[in-house]
């Protein structure tokens, strides 16, 4: 896919150009915990300073359901982002309205506005027209640089598209071009999947299975293929529609036999305590939260014969430090194959997470910025942020 990108844009001083970023970052008690997000948009942003534009951003953060809810305010990342661009970024506290308005008519070349959170008005989960004619009032030119919700039909994501000229930032044209070597591997091409949903995950199994060697299964998304195979999985988390995705995989030999599923597990039993056990060894007290070592073991096999490896979901209970080693594992043993040997690409909150506890980040060729865009993309479903 070839997509208009900002740096073909010859002149933009004094120019008035709204960017939708993706500032949707952890923040724990007015803290930033990870600002990787923040950092991908820099590009974009200095090259938009740096030719003379008034910078007007927009972004959301979490859900506040259309309410005003002041621990969602994006005024922290604003903060953040004003340190990151060694200048001030006016932070305005509405997205719409008289404050906005003001603040946007007083800017000069290179100045950035930051408007509050999209999400506290109802127009732009409904992609509402009007709500998209009061953002783009603001502006004389459009970018999206946030690849991690164009697979949402909000109206800063796709009406606004409809009522300015729109481009797309350096990270985004970076995302699209990375995630296409993907659907053009060079083979063999190990897939790793994780996680829970296994809803979100379907899609992209029956995409990949027909490019893929091998897709290798962990987390909560195994879980729903043990049940199927009428395994035992104790407590472990499983989806409850889960069947209806499972039992597709199963009807094509081809595909059934490209899935590789966990050897061996490690669970939690009645003293709370983790014990590796093999799969016909899991009671129903227990609950899977980790892959175990001859998974580990079999898993990397295969990452070590790759030359295209994609990754997406943690393979156990991650946020816990007893059941994080199977997901350390295939991060190491991923960026370890990456840069030179192997094309590695890896997306996804706590996948990125995973691979940064490693220190070996930098091996990996490209670290996506997005989750469910990145699955969306790569299972061929409907992008309306780049339609």
Request: aromatic share 8%.
């Amino acid at each position: 896919m070839k997509l208009s990108s900002i740096e073909k844009l010859k002149s933009l001083k004094n120019k008035k150009v709204l960017v939708r970023v993706d500032f949707n970052v952890p923040i724990e008690d007015g803290k930033i915990k990870d600002d990787y997000r923040i950092k991908s948009a820099l590009p974009t942003i200095n090259c938009l300073v740096g030719a003379g534009a008034k910078v007007i951003l927009m972004a959301h953060l979490g859900d506040p359901g259309a309410k005003v809810v002041p621990a969602l305010s994006l005024k922290p990342v604003a903060r953040r982002l004003s340190q990151l661009v060694k200048k001030p970024v006016n932070f305005v506290s509405e997205t719409v309205g008289y404050k906005a308005d003001e603040a946007i008519s007083k800017m000069i070349a290179g100045d950035i506005v930051f408007l509050e959170n999209l999400r506290f008005n109802e127009g732009e989960a409904k992609d509402d027209l009007k709500f998209a004619k009061r953002l783009a009032a603001y502006a004389d030119i459009y970018v999206n640089e946030a690849f991690s919700v164009c697979h949402r039909k909000q109206a800063s994501i796709s009406a606004i598209k409809k009522l300015l000229p729109t481009y797309y930032g350096i990270q985004l044209v970076s995302e699209v071009i990375n995630l296409d070597k993907i659907l053009k591997p060079k083979k063999p091409l190990i897939v790793i999947m994780g996680g829970a949903k296994i809803s979100t995950k379907a899609p992209i199994i029956s995409k990949m299975y027909e490019l893929a060697d091998k897709i290798l299964l962990g987390g909560g998304l195994a879980n729903n293929f043990f049940k199927h195979l009428k395994l035992e999985v104790g407590k472990s988390l499983v989806d409850a529609d889960s069947e209806v995705y499972v039992k597709k995989f199963f009807k094509n030999q081809k595909m059934a036999d490209k899935i590789l599923l966990p050897i061996d597990v490690v669970v939690r039993g009645k003293n709370k305590r983790p014990k590796i056990k093999y799969l016909d060894e899991v009671n129903k007290s227990d609950a899977i939260f980790d892959i175990g070592p001859e998974t580990i073991a079999a898993f990397s096999n295969y990452i070590k014969t790759a030359q295209t490896i994609v990754w997406n979901g943690p393979l156990g209970k991650f946020e816990e430090a007893s059941y994080k080693h199977g997901t350390l594992a295939i991060a190491t043993a991923v960026a370890a194959r990456s840069t030179g040997k192997a094309y590695g690409l890896v997306g996804g909150g706590e996948t990125v997470e995973a691979l940064k506890e490693t220190k070996m980040e930098e091996y990996v060729d490209f670290v996506s910025t997005a989750g469910g865009a990145m699955l969306s993309y790569l299972g061929g479903d409907k992008m309306p942020g780049l339609k």
